[in-house]
């Protein structure tokens, strides 16, 4: 009986350590640039446009970080890539990036962002 | 009897599960160099920002921008905007083995902790490279330090971690509590 309350224990220490609230986020950053690299006029744009810019334009929450063309996305990408890749874009509360568009979003930032 | 040694089986798994991976080899840490400057003026004074939290969330000026700074040496710096003194301490840093940061700010205004300001790492070794995603926390305790893990690097090389303070505040005015400050950390 105490060995198993020992395991259980042990079994919910294991699951506690290192954890978070329990929203777990994806290690999913692909490992090389794809050889299809997303077109950033027909694919990532159109994504940023619905995504990022009720809040990365001017008069929105982040206006200070615009995202609203080519050349201010570029100037971002490196925080794009770790805010997006960390879960933390787009913030809580605001519609998410569903599994495809994310995976569109890292593979094209992997590929260090072209404008194509 | 064979309970007891079951038990401490468990337990020392269970550390072990906890903690960073074997402890050998070289570690990492900041990277030496010159210390930073960038809110010192000419005439011997400093550079110093007020902040108010009733700042927090005033979206006002259409044209400003974000700068994040100068990514600087050593292990500690102003922020960008010389509204805060910040240092960083870690444990033992080495590739692929989980790690925490140790963040701590001062108000450049009184020498005051900075608290609640819910720091949030950025850490990437280039454009393209951030770091894994290990599900850290940020844990702030005392007030003022903040430790952030488990994290981890994934390669060897010179990683830039970039503390965001405030994240969760806009950035549209000079008086927002919102600032950064970025370092080097060289990972053996």
Known sequence: MSLRLTIAGACLLLAGCGGTDGASCPNDLPAQCPASVPGFSSEISPLINNRCLPCHAPGGQESVTPLTNYQEIFQQRVSVLNQVYHCNMPLPGNPQLTADERALLLNWLVCNSPDN | MKRIVIGAALAAGIVF????????????????????????????????????????????????????????????????????????????????????????????????????????????????????????????????????????????????????????????????????????????
């Open chain 2, 17 to 188: 599960a906890c903690s960073s991976s074997g402890p050998s080899g070289p570690t990492g840490g900041p990277v030496p160099g010159a210390a930073d400057t960038h809110c010192a003026l000419p005439d011997g004074g400093t550079t110093v920002q007020v902040t108010h939290q009733s700042s927090c969330t005033i979206v006002a000026n259409a044209n400003a921008t974000a700068d994040y700074g100068a990514t600087m040496f050593n292990a500690e710096g102003d922020d960008d905007d010389c509204k805060y003194h910040v240092k960083f301490s870690s444990t033992d840093i080495r590739e692929n083995s989980n790690f925490n940061l140790i963040v701590s700010a001062t108000n450049k205004t009184d020498g005051s902790a900075v608290t609640g300001a819910n720091v949030d790492p950025e850490i990437f070794l280039n454009n393209t490279h951030p770091a894994p995603n290990s599900n850290f926390k940020t844990v702030e305790s005392p007030a003022g330090t903040y430790t952030i893990g488990p994290l981890q690097f994934d390669a060897p090389g010179e990683w830039t971690v970039r503390f965001h303070f405030f994240e969760q505040c806009d950035d549209n005015v000079d008086d927002s509590p919102h600032g950064h400050a970025a370092f080097f950390v060289e990972v053996p």
